[in-house]
């Protein structure tokens, strides 16, 4: 879920903001959901844009195709399943639009010419690096998977772990709003005698292209396909071999725990869900929702969980999409280009594997160790709700809980600032870092 999606992706969606004759050319700002943004246009026989966002330390993200009619903009933002509409002022100096990504939100930009700091990273390795560091690749079918295997100069055989994304397309570092987590995470483990293997997603960095109807279950598989590569190594311990998980991969990882006990030694998912993947967004909504100060209303709550239940129960795409209509039609909050644009996320298979997936189903068959970790700040995959799920599922289970981390596992000065990832300039807490660690090492 990236990082898995909750504000990641709410604000991410805004990417493709604005387009039309030679007057949009230029920067513009904004702000959306409290959080300051900088779209950065060109025209050199083809539209482009990109975004900053410097709240939250994300800067020049690539757009979409862009389509534009008259004194209007279109954007298409596959990546993110969103979509923007946007007005050009008669005077040019300001655009109104609306960008659709699972909720509606207006937004207006006006020109700016003013450059945007860019955040400090101090967690983020820096060479000359203590420990060996290779680029490599492994097959899953015709997929391949390209990424990077960080192991200690001292040993013969090594401990090991495998980074596992969350939701959505991340490179091998699951770079999120200027922050490279996995970078920094494979930097202290391996500096601590872990060896770890990091990839690039499908589609992503030097990794091929997927298929347009790749699912969780899919992701995982190619999860195993690294376990299988560092099996075939002969300076890895065939005896250790984890997934440390984010959001979805640690999903992904009870997965191949439940499938392949003989392969996977030990996992640890870090805001891993545990409860099934309707009720997860049921109640990432009406968390981002209140943290954003517009709680739903008794109403709106009644329209999400109708929203997701009717997901969870479809078994056709094209009576999903039928049945999503009228929904969302009745509210009448909607315009129809955002229930198109709508649909067209929540009918996708991604979306629709993901909310009827149900860890229940695997957790009974995970025998081996597991560390389950997640942050009380955390609004994308709430803590109560998914260690309380660990904790009943999997009593042999190490449950951390630390106060005041979000879903990053980054501190913050309140829980409204925890949504701002990319202006805490802290990639992941060091005690988060350290009880890995700790835990990896004390694994027999």
């Known amino acids: 879920m990236n990082v898995g999606r909750g504000v990641i992706l709410i604000i991410m969606l805004l990417c493709g903001i604005i387009l039309n004759a030679t007057c949009f050319v230029g920067h513009w700002k904004g702000t959306v959901a409290n959080l300051p943004i900088v ?8 539209w482009r844009a990109t975004l900053d966002s410097p709240m939250q330390g994300a800067f020049d993200i690539p757009c979409g195709k862009v389509v534009v009619k008259g004194d209007t903009i279109t954007i298409d933002m596959p990546a993110l399943r969103a979509n923007f509409n946007g007005v050009i002022a008669q005077d040019d ?10 909720m509606s939100m207006p937004i207006i930009l006006s020109r700016t010419t003013k450059e945007v700091p860019r955040l400090k990273r101090p967690q983020e390795p820096q060479p000359p690096f203590v420990y060996n560091m290779q680029d490599v690749t492994f097959q899953n079918g015709d997929i391949t998977l390209a990424g990077t295997l960080t192991t ?38 391996t500096r601590h005698g872990i060896a770890v293997l990091r990839y690039d997603d499908r589609g992503v960095g030097d990794s091929s292209k997927g298929h347009r109807d790749d699912t969780t279950l899919d992701f995982a598989t190619d999860a195993m396909a690294a376990v299988d590569y560092l099996k075939s190594r002969n300076d890895i311990d065939t005896t250790h071999i984890g997934i440390i998980g984010h959001s979805e991969g640690g999903l992904i990882a009870v997965i191949n725990a439940a499938q392949h006990p003989e392969d996977v030694d030990f996992i640890i998912t870090l805001a891993g ?6 009720d997860i967004l049921i109640k990432q909504n009406h968390l981002a929702s209140e943290m954003a100060g517009m709680p739903l209303s008794e109403s709106q709550a009644a ?7 009717t997901i969870d ?11 999503l209509r009228k929904i969302m ?45 997640n942050g009380t700040w955390d609004y994308q995959v709430d803590a109560t709700q998914n260690l309380g799920a660990a904790r009943k599922a999997l009593p042999h289970a190490t449950i951390k809980e630390y106060d005041g981390l979000n879903h990053l596992f980054q ?18 807490s060091e005690r988060v870092l350290k009880d890995i660690v700790e835990w990896i090492d004390g694994l027999k």
């Not at 869900?273 to 309707?278: D, E, F, H, S």
């Not at 329209?303 to 239940?309: G, L, P, Q, S, T």
């Not at 129960?313 to 049945?323: F, G, V, Y």
């Not at 280009?337 to 229940?360: C, G, H, N, R």
Request: aromatic content about 10%; proline content about 6%; overall charge positive.
């Open 273 to 278: 869900p545990y409860v099934k993947g309707k």
């Open 313 to 323: 129960a479809s078994t056709d795409s094209t009576q999903l999409a039928i049945d």
């Open 93 to 102: 100096k300001s655009i109104n639009g609306i960008f659709t990504q699972g």
């Open 303 to 309: 329209d999400v969980k109708n929203i997701f239940e």
């Open 329 to 373: 039609s009745a509210t009448g909050n909607h315009s129809s280009q955002e229930i198109k644009q709508t649909i067209k996320v929540m009918a996708s298979p991604w979306y629709v594997a993901f909310v009827k997936l149900d860890p229940a189903k695997y957790l009974p068959q995970v025998k081996c160790p597991v560390l389950a970790m």
């Open 39 to 46: 779209f950065h246009i060109s025209n050199d026989s083809t």
């Open 411 to 428: 501190p913050s000065s309140s829980r409204q600032a925890s949504m701002n990832y990319g202006a805490i300039e802290m990639t992941i």
């Open 152 to 189: 200690p100069f001292w040993g013969a055989k090594h401990k090991v772990v495998v980074l596992v994304s969350g939701s959505g397309a991340q490179n091998r570092d699951e770079e999120l709003f200027g922050h490279k987590p996995f970078a920094v995470i494979a930097d202290y483990l």
